[in-house]
C-alpha cells in the first residue's frame, strides 16, 4: 500500500506539470518587416537605405533610414492575457515623425499617395516564426484577434485606445491567414501619406494551446502501475 501511494502522488505532480505552450515567436528570430509608399500601379518600400530584419527580442532594433533623415525603430512585446491567449505587440517608429512622407512619385511622375505596411513574405522577406504556426483568437487590449493602426505618438506610448489616431485602426483578422504564418501586408488606400504618421503598431491576439509533454506521458504510465498493482 504504501508503494502504491507514492505511485499515485508522484503521478499527480507530474500531470500538474504537464501542460506546455507550443505557439509562441521563436525568440532571436529574424523576421522582415518595412513601411511602403504607393498608388494604383504597386508599391515601394518607404525607406531611404536597404532593410535590415528585426530580431523578436524585445529589444529596439534600427532596420533602416527613414526618407526624412531619421530611423526607423522596431520593438516587439509579447503580452500572456491571463485567459488563455497571448498578444503579440510590434511596433514600428520612425524618428523623423512620419514613416508615409507626401511630395514622392513613381517613375512615371505619379503621385505616391497610399501608405502601405509589409512584413515577411508580403515583400519578399523572412516571416515572423513561431514554435508551430499560432491560431488566432479575439482577445487582448481590442477584443480581435489582429489589429493594425497608424498613430502619432513617441514610442512605447500606450496605444490601445484612440490616442492620436492617424491611420485606422483598422480590424485587420479578416487578410490574416489563420492559422498565422508570420506574414502580412496592408494597403491602407490612397490619401494616408503625410498624416504625421510616425508610429505603427500591429497586435496579434492568438491561442495558448497546452500539450502533454513527456513528463506527462510518464505519469499516465505511473497510474497505470497502480491501477495493476491493486489488481
Same mark, same amino acid.
Given at each position: 500500500? !504504501?508503494?502504491?501511494?507514492?505511485? +499515485?502522488?508522484?503521478?499527480?505532480? *507530474? *500531470?500538474?506539470?504537464?501542460?506546455?505552450? !507550443?505557439?509562441?515567436?521563436?525568440?532571436?528570430?529574424?523576421?522582415?518587416? +518595412?513601411? @511602403?509608399?504607393?498608388?494604383?500601379?504597386?508599391?515601394? *518600400?518607404?525607406? @531611404?537605405?536597404?532593410?535590415?530584419? +528585426?530580431?523578436?527580442?524585445?529589444v529596439v532594433d534600427t532596420i533602416a533610414t527613414d526618407l526624412g533623415g531619421g530611423t526607423i525603430?522596431?520593438?516587439?512585446?509579447?503580452?500572456?492575457?491571463?485567459? @488563455?491567449? !497571448?498578444?503579440?505587440?510590434?511596433?514600428?517608429?520612425?524618428?523623423?515623425?512620419? *514613416?508615409?512622407?507626401?511630395?514622392?512619385?513613381?517613375g512615371g511622375g505619379i503621385a505616391l499617395d497610399t501608405a502601405g505596411f509589409f512584413m515577411g513574405a508580403s515583400f519578399g522577406a523572412s516571416p515572423l516564426d513561431f514554435d508551430s504556426p499560432p491560431v488566432l483568437v479575439a482577445g487582448g487590449p481590442w477584443g480581435v484577434a489582429a489589429v493594425l493602426g497608424g498613430f502619432d505618438a513617441s514610442p512605447g506610448a500606450d496605444l490601445s485606445g484612440p490616442g492620436a489616431a492617424t491611420i485606422g485602426p483598422f480590424d485587420v483578422t479578416s487578410i490574416f491567414a489563420n492559422p498565422w504564418d508570420g506574414s502580412t501586408g496592408v494597403s491602407f488606400g490612397a490619401g494616408t501619406v503625410g498624416l504625421g504618421t510616425s508610429t505603427m503598431a500591429l497586435w496579434v491576439t492568438y491561442q495558448v494551446i497546452p500539450e502533454p509533454s513527456m513528463f506527462g506521458i510518464l505519469a499516465l504510465g505511473a497510474i497505470g502501475m497502480v491501477v495493476r498493482r491493486r489488481r
Open positions: 500500500m !504504501k508503494i502504491n501511494s507514492f505511485f +499515485a502522488i508522484v503521478a499527480t505532480t *507530474l *500531470l500538474l506539470a504537464s501542460g506546455v505552450a !507550443k505557439a509562441d515567436p521563436i525568440p532571436g528570430d529574424l523576421y522582415g518587416i +518595412a513601411p @511602403g509608399l504607393g498608388n494604383s500601379g504597386g508599391f515601394f *518600400l518607404a525607406t @531611404g537605405s536597404a532593410v535590415t530584419d +528585426a530580431v523578436f527580442d524585445g525603430d522596431v520593438t516587439e512585446v509579447l503580452t500572456d492575457n491571463g485567459d @488563455g491567449t !497571448k498578444t503579440v505587440y510590434i511596433e514600428m517608429v520612425s524618428t523623423s515623425g512620419e *514613416l508615409f512622407p507626401s511630395g514622392f512619385t513613381d
